[in-house]
C-alpha cells in the first residue's frame, strides 16, 4: 500500500506545520494515543473520535485533486467527514468559514470551546512544550 503510506506522511508532516490543529476548526488534534488526548481535555469517550488526525484533500480525490504536499492538510476526523458527506462538497476555503462560523455559535463538535483549548498550547502527542 505505497500510496497509503505516503498519505499518512504527509498528513503527519502537514499536522506538524498546523502545531497537530485541525485546518478548519483549529482544536488540537490526536494522532495515536486517544486516552492521553481525552484525559487532558475531558473529553467522552464518543467526543475523543472526533478529534482523530485525519488526511484532508484540499481539492477531493473524486475531483481530481491529488495526494501531493500542496493538496493535503491535517484535519479532525469530525470536519473532513462532515465536508465530504454533503452532496456538494464546498472548497476547502469555505468550509473553513463555515465550520468557524458554526463554532461561534456553539454548533460543531461536542466539545469545550477553542478559548479554553487554546489556553493551554503544546502538543499532547509529543508532550513538546513552546519555551517562548
Ligand atoms: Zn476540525
Redesign the pocket.
Known sequence: MKSHRRIQILRRRAAESQGWR??????P?WESNPEAFKTRYSLSSRAVR??RCTAEHLTARCDGGRDIEENIVA??H???RTRHRRKRPKDAASFASF?RSRIDRGRW?LAPSPVSIGAEPGDPARKTRQTK
Open positions: 485541525c485546518y478548519y476548526c483549529l482544536f488534534m472526533h478529534f484535519a479532525c469530525y470536519c473532513n465550520v463538535h
